[in-house]
């Protein structure tokens, strides 16, 4: 019979803790709480999880009691190999798995306030969906009408926060888009922080509500600088107004 604290190998150690990882990112669930649930410090987790330290029968045991899953592959049947930089993102975006995310994928009409026109919204299409060279969700804006200042990025999505991160690096330069979405109807309101362009050189950091809503939710989506004469001018309008009114994000006065 096996002993409790007898080491597994390291290959079994790998695939438990990949499940592990991809089960955390499915539930939305931190680090922290299933190390509580287990009975286990935060310590001895993370270094199993990152393979500095084989997984143990009696951790292996804990851990699917705490989460109700079996994480041992009998010999017959064998677990599939799940790349690291496959089907898993890299930790430094949430370690989320493509199946956890999938609710994420589609495309978006995105709403914001336009920058240069204060009565005015503006409107582009944004599209999310899993790239297999990067191992995670990415980003592209289309349809905008400053076409110069189209952005793609790396997509976040932590188990601690709950929320969901747009992230634009260039060369350093980084914008950022934090939402939360809605788990029936899919639209995501939160707020964006970027460079606003002004006179010549001039770069002035902004902040301002924003609003993705499923482009089938909207019958026949606008693009560009929407006036209010625009037909989806007041559905558009009225997202914006939920950002801040429910709120999902807050804006303090200085």
Known sequence: MPTPDKQ?????????????????????????SLAELAKLSLS????????RRPFTLATTVRL??????S?????DAPAPVIPINGDIAPDGLGAYSRRAVAWIEGAYVTIRPSFGDKDAIFAYRTEIGWDDTA?????????????????FGE??????SGHIYLVTNRHGQHRLITVAR??????????????????????????????????KMIES??????????????????????????PFAMFLPG
Do not use: C, W
Not at 64 to 69: D, F, K, T, W
Not at 71 to 75: I, P, S, V
């Open 64 to 69: 699917e009691q705490a989460l109700g899953v």
């Open 221 to 246: 989506p606008t693009f560009g600088r929407i006036s209010p004469d625009n037909a989806n001018y007041a559905a558009y309008r009225a997202h914006l107004r939920r950002t801040i009114d429910e």
């Open 71 to 75: 994480l041992r592959k009998t010999a």
């Open 182 to 215: 809605l788990a029936i109807s899919g639209e995501m309101y939160g707020i964006i922080t970027t460079l606003l362009a002004g006179r010549g050189s001039l770069l002035t950091p902004i902040a301002a509500p924003i609003a993705y809503v499923p482009v």
């Open 135 to 151: 191992s995670s969700l990415v980003f592209h804006e289309r349809e905008r009408q400053d076409a110069a200042y189209t952005q």
């Open 8 to 32: 597994l190998s390291a290959e079994q150690s790998r695939q438990i803790a990949d499940t592990i990882r991809e089960e955390i990112a499915r539930r939305r669930i931190s680090r922290q």
């Open 155 to 160: 997509v976040s999505v932590p188990n601690q």
């Open 44 to 51: 001895t987790l993370e270094k199993v999880l990152g393979g």
